[in-house]
């Protein structure tokens, strides 16, 4: 079966177009026909193609919300479970796939696991076809699935990623949450903030330029950043984005990268925070990796880009090195100083009992938990210091403008 995008009319002659599952155009209209929908034209969407681009030459079409399309962390979590449930019941892999194409409404996915379909019914393993949509399937996701099949352990391993991956979600919901306040708070007070400089200061300004005396100190501070605004916003408004851009292409360059990775980690308040995240990070991922079969080298490879700061992937690439050559995982963390000590020493245990996966989920949840509870304070106090600062920008400003007027009243009585 494939997936067909359709364009056409439904019984009250609304235009309509989605995606349809069916063994050909044929069997794909006359589906839609059964659906009370009459398609005007049906085409096969094909894995890998040009996507939104249809035509050629001057009668190119181009579909932008193709590219606007994305497989995001819960659908791979949701993915995750609904394949486990159904390996889980003994469907074969195929028939499972194709309950999957299905069910799943993202179009994106759709295409993929249909494609995915195809070759395992070729004789393709499920690791070895997942491996071909690196933006849909990382490393993480494939190897354990890999794991899985080579140990024959496929449903528990997708057990194990659903967890990991709902984890991993949740997580980033919190932190995303934690910060989207604050900073939404942020920019509606710089708004009125800006307003005040371009619409009303200037105002205040003529009518104090025909008092005709010198301003207190305060006042012509903000007459002159007011002057510079109202003068200047094209300038500000074009150069906004550049100073943006440059700044963030200079974050991609290796020292503009090793920059703002250290940066992150010696941040007040934020900095430990940063490096919890990323321990437990680490923790976790390692710990579902090797619970899995994954072998520890291939394991510390995939974790090393998961962590997302360069200064802890060197501590982990060096404890690879060290395991390369039959030494223990934790001497190396532990020499990098990136890692707290209870995290080392729990790790030194686990080496000794044997029980590293079991330690390493351990320190993962006793690490999120500790997020949870810094995101949940960090919140409660965020917002009161923001309207503690944005009132104190108020009243420099109403200060600035109330001193002249008192002047002026003194000076007519």
Not at 65 to 93: E, H, N, W
Not at 199 to 205: E, L, Q
Not at 320 to 346: C, D, R, W, Y
Request: glycine share 8%.
């Amino acid at each position: 079966m494939a997936v067909f995008e359709y364009v056409g009319f439904d019984a009250a002659g609304k235009a309509v177009k989605g995606v349809v599952d069916a063994d050909s155009a044929r069997t794909a209209r006359s589906r839609l026909r059964k659906l009370g929908l009459f398609p005007t034209d049906v085409t096969e969407q094909k894995a890998g193609s040009s996507g939104g681009v249809k035509g050629k030459g001057l009668s190119m079409e181009i579909d932008f919300s193709k590219y606007l399309q994305r497989v995001g962390p819960q659908d791979i979590a949701t993915l995750a479970t609904q394949m486990s449930t159904l390996v889980g019941a003994g469907i074969p892999m195929v028939e499972a796939l194709t309950a999957l194409v299905e069910q799943t409404e993202n179009p994106k996915l759709k295409g993929v696991l249909t494609d995915v379909r195809e070759k395992v019914n070729e004789g393709a393993t499920l690791a070895r076809a997942m491996r071909a949509h690196p933006s849909v399937f990382d490393d993480l996701f494939v190897n354990m699935i890999d794991a899985g099949e080579q140990s024959g352990a496929l449903e528990m391993v997708l057990q194990r990623l659903a967890a990991y991956t709902e984890a991993s979600v949740a997580l980033r919901g919190k932190l995303v949450a934690a910060v989207t306040y604050p900073i939404l708070m942020m920019l509606v007070s710089s708004g009125l903030v800006l307003g005040l400089f371009t619409f009303v200061i200037p105002r205040i300004k003529r009518i104090f330029d025909s008092y005709g005396k010198a301003l207190p100190l305060l006042t012509q501070l903000l007459f002159g950043v007011s002057n510079f605004v109202t003068g200047n916003w094209v300038l500000l408004l074009i150069a906004t984005p550049i100073v943006i851009w440059g700044v963030r292409r200079w974050l991609r360059t290796p020292r503009g990268r090793a920059w703002w990775h250290r940066t992150q980690l010696k941040l007040p308040v934020f900095g430990p925070l940063n490096r919890t995240v990323a321990v437990s990070r680490f923790c976790r991922t390692l710990g579902t990796l090797l619970v899995s079969g994954v072998p520890i080298l291939t394991a510390l490879a995939i974790v090393k880009s998961v962590v997302g700061n360069d200064l802890i992937a060197a501590a982990i690439e060096g404890a690879g090195k060290n395991i390369a050559e039959g030494q223990s995982i934790a001497v190396p963390l532990k020499q990098s100083g990136e890692f707290p000590p209870i995290v080392t020493h729990m790790i030194t245990i686990g080496e000794k009992t044997g029980e590293l996966e079991s330690m390493l989920t351990k320190v993962a949840d006793a690490y999120d938990a500790e997020v949870e509870n810094t995101v949940n304070s960090l919140t409660s106090l965020l917002t009161p210091i923001l309207t503690v600062f944005m009132g104190l920008v108020v009243a420099v400003i109403a200060l600035g403008i109330l001193l002249p007027m008192l002047q002026m009243t003194s000076a007519i009585r």
